[in-house]
T-cell receptor
Framework: NAGVTQTPKFQVLKTGQSMTLQCAQD?????MSWYRQDPGMGLRLIHY???????DQGEVPNGYNVSRSTTEDFPLRLLSAAPSQTSVYFC??????????????FGNGTRLTVT | EDKVVQSPLSLVVHEGDTVTLNCSYE??????LLWYKQEKKAPTFLFML????IEKKSGRLSSILDKKELFSILNITATQTGDSAIYLC????????????FGKGTKLSVIP
């Protein structure tokens, strides 16, 4: 049972380059989200999706795009990488639950360095 | 201003000690409070608290919520080196979609 799978695990980019961080889950979860984790800042929400075809912005969306064409996949695109985007990125998903009793399940993260 | 505040930010204890980690949160549209443990990689879920005064327990870990004073505590008894991790507290609030607001975490180091 794979859960939430993120690729790549590590990535180094130069300023101005673009790339896509991949996230896939095999639990048929409707809700998926992207967080970044920086030292001393905790986890901050970038974008989220409540189902295929639906996405919305979180707390820190600038410089990132997302799309949700399938239930399983939720890629995060960096349009033009900046050193401020150096961070560890986590994808997380949860089951549809109108009473909100299902917790988030996290992937193992992608460590991104922008030089 | 941070919505979820954890204290202390770091803590070093010896094996066998008991520790208490604190988390204060905002009342606005509160739905639940969650605790996660993060070792080297993904945060893993520990507890979800929605009702005040009801302790949740898993082995040596326990947690309780006080909705009047707007805080939660995570207790770890008889600590082991494997308890060394960052402990994250998160608040779920707001109507509609599911969004968590995380605190900055407490880094716990357990030394032999």
């Amino acid at each position: 049972n794979a859960g939430v799978t993120q690729t790549p695990k590590f990535q180094v980019l130069k300023t101005g380059q673009s790339m896509t961080l991949q996230c896939a889950q095999d639990m048929n979860h409707e809700y998926m989200s992207w967080y970044r984790q920086d030292p001393g800042m905790g986890l901050r929400l970038i974008h989220y999706s409540v189902g295929a075809g639906i996405t919305d912005q979180g707390e820190v969306p600038n410089g990132y795009n997302v799309s949700r064409s399938t239930t399983e996949d939720f890629p995060l695109r960096l349009l033009s990488a900046a050193p401020s985007q150096t961070s560890v990125y986590f994808c997380a998903s949860r089951a549809r639950d109108s009473s909100y009793n299902s917790p988030l399940h996290f992937g193992n993260g992608t460590r991104l360095t922008v030089t | 201003e941070d919505k979820v505040v954890q204290s202390p930010l770091s803590l070093v204890v010896h094996e066998g000690d008991t520790v208490t980690l604190n988390c204060s949160y905002e009342v606005t549209n509160f739905r639940s409070l969650l605790w996660y443990k993060q070792e080297k990689k993904a945060p893993t879920f520990l507890f979800m608290l929605t009702s005040s005064g009801i302790e949740k327990k898993s082995g040596r870990l326990s947690s309780i919520l006080d909705k009047k004073e707007l805080f939660s505590i995570l207790n770890i008894t008889a600590t082991q080196t494997g308890d060394s991790a960052i402990y994250l507290c998160a608040q779920h609030s707001g109507a509609g979609s599911y969004q968590l607001t995380f605190g900055k975490g407490t880094k716990l180091s357990v030394i032999p």
